[in-house]
């Protein structure tokens, strides 16, 4: 487990924590615009502290993410760097739809293919994110040997 160097924000009702490269985020009901400026801080944060970064998201039929949260989160994702592959467990049709289209605009604005799977459980989840952040990995080295 990694203990965070970066403090975590509070973020309503929504869960958050980082544990082996893992940002691990419940949410519980509708992200908001302010709780999503949080939520990307700490991500950017623990994407450039940590050697590798991917995003597990356990959701109920509850979550949703207002307009304005849904503009911020595409318009402050950073092409500089490797996509932070997604995992989301536990969602409905709708969950499905609302995250789908949020990754498809950061992937047309913003031009990054943005890994992202849905899973029934967090197990398969996991197992997913381990051979993403393998990628990603990979990417990063890339990156570095550019500079």
């Not at 487990?1 to 924590?17: A, E």
Request: glycine share 4%.
């Amino acid at each position: 487990m990694t203990t965070p160097l970066i403090p975590v924000p509070k973020l309503g009702k929504h869960q958050l924590s980082l544990h082996s490269g893992i940002v691990i985020i419940e949410v519980n009901g509708i992200l908001s615009l302010e709780e999503a400026e949080r939520l990307m801080d700490y991500i950017h944060r623990c994407d450039m502290t940590e050697p590798n970064l991917g995003m597990l998201v356990l959701a109920n039929e509850e979550f949703s993410v207002t307009p304005e949260a849904r503009r911020f989160l595409v318009k402050s994702s950073r092409p500089e760097r490797p996509p932070v592959p997604m995992a989301v467990v536990g969602t409905g049709v709708l969950v499905r739809a609302v995250l789908t289209l949020l990754v498809n605009a950061i992937r047309i604005t913003m031009r990054m293919d943005v890994p992202l799977s849905f899973f029934p459980s967090e197990v398969q989840a996991r197992s997913w994110l381990k051979e993403q952040l393998v990628h990603r990995t990979d990417l990063l080295t890339k990156n570095t040997s550019r500079v």
